[in-house]
């Protein structure tokens, strides 16, 4: 099996239908992925949780994710294995099981590190099976893939409210039949998979002029940093958001718990929507410029956000998430194009990264909002996405390529 596999793609046609499955396992991996932090006003009322213990539970669900996903996406460039998404989508149907079981604060740190190893073990090969589909359409391939997964964590918060919140701890374990669903989704991609690498190893490698590096090492490794100060920036925001904006909306506004998880819902589901648009932007006008305008042009309404009233306060949350999300499917091509010999790594760094940024993010504001109150994080957090203007520090890829 060469690493050129993906490259010889260039030339083939888009295979939908692979995009669209893997798209929708991303939707059920990233929803049941979400409903942690849905139910956690619930989980901090019945055992009595402090901010801080909110957000250490995700950053180890966050940090096991992380940690794991560079590993895995260096073993999958180098030992693909078209079943291990089924596998890996079995340690978090496991981890579900096991947090609706949970008595103890440890028995749930537990049950989120497997939830974040099913994690580590999807987004990288997945990854690659969105390229090897995407027939040189790498940015539309991504959206595709990247929507679901925001999708996905849309829903998890509108289902924690329709069905965790009204029954209970318990009822997490009725999300395992979204698992078993992933899983038999996965082993027909993983039958896909398994038949294009057989395909490739018989046929002799080809070279593409997409495989050659277009800049040196030392400006790859300077636009790396760039791109990962730019995930840094919209992932701790992203965190705020998350994890502690309903209890943002419950405390200025006197919000119940469901009223807020609706709001939740719908900057999540803005920025699902928001996500479609990156990839196919980056296609044609240059992903630099979508990462700059995504992340930098969400700062004026991040930072309107914590002075209106209820009803400006969740506009500015759709308005928020319709235009930061855009960046990330930008940014992942934009860095496997740095570096088109690694895509699993790079997929499983730059995942990793959002994860692990999302758990530090958690635990920061958490510790913050124990100190402060969680008005006081919303006034910082709204500063985070004028990094966005580091953007303007990358280099064009399409230009050098198209020299």
Known sequence: MSKNEFHTTTGCRTVYPVLL???????????????????????????????????VITLVFQLTSSLLQPVAGRLADKHPQPYSLAIGMGFTLVGLLSLAA???????????????????????????????????????????????????????????????????????GWFALAALLAIFVLVRIGRWYARRLHAAARRPDIASPDAAPLFPKRTVRRALFILGLLVFSKYFYIASMTNYFTFFLMDKFAMSVQGAQYCLFAFLAASAAGTFFGGPLGDRIGRKYVIWGSILGAAPFTLLLPYVGQTATVLLAVIIGLV????????????????PDKVGMIAGVFFGLMFGLGGLGSAFFGWLADKTGVQFIFQISTLLPLLGIVAGFLPNIETRRQN
Request: glycine letters at 12%; aromatic letters at 10%.
């Open 21 to 55: 499955a893997i798209g929708f396992a991303h939707l059920l991996n990233d929803m049941l992925q979400s409903v942690i932090p849905a139910v956690y006003p619930l989980l901090k009322d019945k055992f009595g949780f402090t901010f801080a213990q909110i957000g």
């Open 102 to 172: 949970a008595f103890s604060f440890g028995w749930m740190l537990v049950a989120v590190g497997l939830i974040g190893s099913g994690s580590s073990v999807f987004h990288p090969e997945s990854s690659r099976v969105a390229q090897l589909a995407s027939g040189g359409r790498k940015g539309l391939a991504q959206s595709i893939f990247q929507v679901g997964g925001n999708a996905g964590s849309a829903l998890g918060p509108l289902l924690a409210a329709a069905v965790v919140i009204p029954f209970g701890q318990r009822s997490i």
């Open 324 to 339: 930061i999300s855009s960046a990330f499917s930008a940014i992942l091509v934009y860095a496997t194009d740095l570096m």
